[in-house]
């Protein structure tokens, strides 16, 4: 599968790096990302019309971006 550039959004973080992260896989809305309870970084789908709401938590705003760009093919 070939995603298109504008498919992705940045999170800039901390370091002034750029990480690439991808639109929610089941309602193609931007994800929202954030600091974890305890500690790292949540990324999620809060979209009202998505009807999964996927989350993942990582250590690092690049590990949680990994496991969110993570898809199957």
């Known amino acids: 599968m070939t995603v298109a550039l504008q498919d992705f959004r ?4 901390r370091r002034a790096t750029n990480i690439l992260v991808l639109d929610c896989p089941f ?8 600091a ?4 790292g970084v949540s990324i999620a789908c809060t979209a009202q019309e998505c009807y999964v709401h996927p989350s993942v938590v990582g250590p690092t705003e690049k ?11």
Request: hydrophobic content about 30%; glycine content about 8%; aromatic content about 4%.
């Open 10 to 13: 940045t999170i800039n973080s």
């Open 27 to 34: 309602c193609g809305e931007p994800p929202e990302v954030s």
């Open 36 to 39: 974890a309870s305890g500690q």
């Open 63 to 73: 590990d949680a971006a990994l496991l969110w760009n993570r898809r199957r093919r």
